[in-house]
């Protein structure tokens, strides 16, 4: 009997659940919106989210609004980083014992990979969450050059052309 209660005590215990690793490509992408729950399962309660690019792209408007509960200690015990800088949800509402939070976070001008972090290991229950930001192509300095110098060959060449036409 012992041993029964021994195995039935230890699957009532929920197992850690892993970190959540999210690798995404912003090619071909004008926005991203990603909404998930950091369920506090136990072990690691923590969205990793690598964002990759195959060119520059300009990164704007990155808005993280959070939902927790304990009239907002769980999203004041969520540490959120963006591309290494940390943020807190900031101007939080509570309504009863939910809490709305929201996050915004500068613009990344330049860039070909950066990384999200939302880590709610200290919050006491589960917390929600929305990311969402817009991705724009950053045009690259050299491609009007390069421009420039075809049309200044197509140039040289007509005119070499033209000159032994009339010769």
């Known amino acids: 009997m012992k ?16 970190a959540a690793t999210y690798n995404i490509s912003l090619d071909g992408l004008t926005e991203f919106y990603m909404s ?21 792209v300009k990164i ?22 963006i591309n290494g800088a940390s943020y807190a949800y900031g101007e939080q509402t509570t309504k009863g014992a939910l809490a ?3 996050v915004t976070a ?13 880590d709610a290991s200290l919050a006491a229950k589960s917390t929600s969450y929305a ?3 817009d991705v724009a192509p950053v045009p690259v300095p050299a491609a009007g050059g390069m421009l420039g110098l075809a049309l200044v ?6 005119m070499r052309k033209r000159k032994s036409e009339t010769a």
């Open 153 to 158: 060959g197509g140039a040289a060449v007509a």
């Open 106 to 118: 500068p613009d990344i001008p330049t860039t070909t990979a950066f990384s999200i972090i939302l």
């Open 131 to 133: 990311l969402a930001f």
């Open 36 to 56: 998930e729950t950091l369920e506090k399962i136990g072990g690691s309660d923590v969205d990793t989210y690598n964002f990759t690019a195959s060119s520059p």
């Open 60 to 81: 704007s408007g990155i808005a993280i609004v959070g939902v927790g509960s304990n009239s907002g200690m769980d999203l004041d015990a969520t540490a959120i980083t």
């Open 100 to 102: 709305y939070g929201n």
């Open 3 to 18: 041993k029964f209660l021994v195995a039935a005590a230890l699957a009532a215990v929920p197992m850690a659940a892993p």
